[in-house]
C-alpha cells in the first residue's frame, strides 16, 4: 500500500482508474501536489475534499492523466486501421456508417489520426463517424480547440500536416472538416460500463 491508499482507493473505486497501469508513484506524486497546491498536509483532510468537492476530483485527474500523446502515436495500429477499412469498405451498404470509438481520448490526436486515417482509407465523412471519451474537462476542452503545437508532431506523421492543418498563430489547427467527424464527451467510461 501506498502513503495514500485511502485516496488511491477512491480513485479507482470512483473513477475506474487502475494504479498499476498508471504506477502508483505517479498517483502518490500527483496527490502530493494536490495536496500541497491546497496547503493539505493530512490525507484524511484531503480525502473528504475529494468525497465532496467534484472541481477538487478534476484537478487530480488532471494531475494523474497521463497526456503525452501525438498524432499517430503507436502507428503500426493506423496502418492496421486502415488495411482494415481498405477491405470492409467494399462490403459497407449503401447508407452504413463505420462507428469507432476512442477511449480515453486525451487532447483528441488520438480521434483525429482515426479520422484522418479513414479518410485515407477511401472512406467520405458520411461514412464514418468518431466518438472520443475521457474524464479529464481540460483534455477535453484541448480537444475540441483543435489546435496543437510542435510536440503533437512526432514521428511519421509529417504527410498528414499539410493536408490536414492550417498554420496558425497558436499553433497548427485542424481543417474543420476532419475536426467536425469526432464527438467528444466528457464521462468515465469504467462508470458507464461497469
Known sequence: MTCYS????FLS???GLNPESVGRKSI????KLCMDKRMISDEDIYMKMLISNQEEIEKLIDQVVVSETWFFR?????NFLKRYVEKLKESLCQGTVLRVLSVPCSTGEEPYSIAMALLDA????EQFCVDAIDISRRSIGIAKNAVYGKGSFRGECS?????FFIKTEGGFRLE???AGMVHFYLDNFVKLHV
Request: hydrophobic share 25%; net charge negative; no cysteine.
Open 6 to 9: 485511502n485516496i488511491e482507493t
Open 28 to 31: 502518490e506524486d500527483a496527490i
Open 122 to 125: 477511401g472512406l467520405s465523412p
Open 13 to 15: 473505486d470512483n473513477l
Open 159 to 163: 504527410g498528414y500536416k499539410p493536408r
Open 176 to 178: 474543420g472538416y476532419v
Open 74 to 78: 503507436d502507428r503500426e495500429s493506423f
